[in-house]
């Protein structure tokens, strides 16, 4: 068992590389880098702004990955590393000196349209990017790793106190998080910022907020709460006082010295409305215990009168539900809810804070994959009728209610078990059909998004994420399996 989740875990590991690897490269390759600018009215109005328009895209294009990019003052301050003597000055001198730099560096040196400023640029191989994207997914907080040159008496550790803002923390010093650890009443109660996924920056939309963040943070208007900061001033605020990281010494503004008393000065905001992981979550659950809920009754009673009324309506049923494209279906459970029980038809008419809001698109959700649960245990259940343990049952005088309960479904639920983590994770990600239509801020839509607004990075996060909780998923089906069914033992063969 032990082997053989080790194996599985490595190959899991393999397949999400690899799936991740290949979307990168048809993303980063074969779609041209200037389809990113063509819904950003930023850069329209960069037009009559030439050198403006061009540190915008090189700008971009850094931070996506395409490129080094040194705009003039940071060249200037790099160069001026080995070079005392050069400026910035346009002169035949200092060309030489830029020209020297950019040739030893692998860098190209250009200047801006109007002023003449010199720039660097330097092409990154594709390669090269996905290296970097691995390398720095996942980031690992430390007591090492601030550097700040007017904190140089920065003391550097970790230390457990009863914070008077967050509570019981593990406090970091020298950190770029200042709560390492900490405690709340938010699911999952216990909390960390020492290990964080890194999936890039966020563009044209979401502009520069990372990728983890648009996914996992809140959504919606603010949420602010009174809150009393360390320097014993009262403000009613939105800041999320658990995400404080530190803010150089330089940048320090007489707002935040007034309100701590340190430099962890920079937070995120408090939202009223879940993530789109968590909305995505609440609804793909939800509608999961729907639909088996609904098909595992049906599928038995189905099999139990196999060939009369009960059978022959429900296979009729079964037979409608599959032929309506599921864009119909959707429409017309949509109208029957909205203008017979008067639900929301689309998601922000009520927001997240109504469960109204969600009955809609998470039923409908559920009965999408009503038919071909229902399809698969009937016929399982009509094969194992004819098992020698049934008929051992029938001679026993087990009547036949009795033996479908107690003995096929009891053999059914091993598979059924089996396919529920995948059929949870099929849901969140299928669902973006249903999102879109009733406008609800969710994963599944926002894929599609992602791709028509060019953000190839909020794609490359999502099918990372996606193909990372799929293939996981198969393997927690594996194991609820043998926890239902101990006979089955999983071993590097798949064998019982």
Do not use: C
Not at 65 to 70: A, H, K, S, T
Request: cysteine-free.
């Amino acid at each position: 068992m032990k082997r053989y989740l080790f194996y599985r875990i490595l190959r899991s590991i393999l397949s999400i590389f690899l799936v991740t690897t290949l979307t990168y490269g048809v993303i980063y390759s074969l779609i041209p880098r200037k389809t990113i600018f063509q819904n950003d009215v930023t850069y329209g109005k960069l037009k009559s702004k030439p050198d403006d328009m061009k540190d915008y895209e090189n700008t971009a294009f850094s931070k996506m990955g395409y490129l080094d990019y040194y705009p003039s003052k940071e060249l200037v301050a790099e160069v001026k590393k080995d070079n005392p003597e050069v400026t910035a000055e346009v002169s035949d001198a200092n060309t030489k000196i830029y020209q020297k730099w950019a040739k030893e560096n692998g860098f190209k040196l250009e200047q801006y349209p109007i002023s003449k400023g010199y720039y660097a640029v330097k092409e990154l191989p594709l390669y090269t990017r996905v290296f970097r994207f691995y390398k720095n997914m996942i980031q690992v907080d430390h007591p090492w790793k601030i550097n700040d040159p007017d904190n140089k008496d920065l003391k550097r550790g970790y230390k457990i106190v009863n914070d008077p803002m967050a509570g019981w923390a593990l406090v970091g010093s020298g950190t770029q998080y200042k709560y390492q650890i900490y405690f709340n009443n938010q699911f999952p109660y216990i909390h960390q910022n020492i290990i964080r996924l890194n999936l890039g920056t966020s563009y044209p939309t979401f502009a520069g907020q990372p990728v983890t963040q648009v996914i996992g943070g809140g959504q919606g208007k603010s949420d602010s709460k009174e809150v009393t900061f360390e320097t014993g001033r009262k403000s009613k605020t939105a800041v999320d006082i658990y995400s404080r990281q530190y803010q150089m010494t330089a940048n320090l503004s007489s707002r935040d010295k007034n309100m701590y008393n340190d430099n962890y000065t920079v937070t995120v905001n408090n939202y009223q409305d879940p993530s789109m992981v968590g909305n995505s979550m609440r609804m793909g659950i939800i509608a999961v215990i729907i639909s088996y809920g609904l098909a595992i009754p049906m599928s038995m009673l189905m099999s139990r009168f196999k060939g009369r009324f009960p059978d022959k309506f429900g296979i009729a049923l079964v037979t409608v539900l599959i032929s309506v494209p599921s864009l119909a279906f959707i429409y017309f459970f949509r109208f029957i809810g909205s203008s017979v029980f008067n639900l929301p038809d689309l998601f922000p008419t009520l927001g997240a804070s109504s469960i109204k809001s969600y009955i809609l698109p998470t039923v409908i959700l559920g009965l999408l994959s009503v038919s071909g649960i229902v399809i698969w245990l009937r016929r399982y259940m009509i094969d194992q009728q004819s098992a020698d343990y049934v008929k051992f049952a029938k001679a026993k005088g087990l009547s036949a209610g009795e033996i479908s309960r107690k003995h096929i479904f009891k053999n059914a639920a091993i598979p059924l078990v089996n396919g529920i983590p995948s059929a949870v994770i099929g849901t969140i990600a299928g669902a973006t059909i249903t999102e879109t239509v009733f406008a609800a801020p969710g994963m599944g839509k926002m894929l599609p998004d992602a791709i028509k607004a060019h953000n190839n990075p909020i794609v490359i996060g999502l099918v990372f994420i996606f193909t990372t909780i799929s293939i996981f998923s198969i393997l927690l089906g594996d194991i609820a399996m043998t926890m239902v069914d101990p006979r089955i033992n999983l071993s590097e063969k798949g064998g019982k």
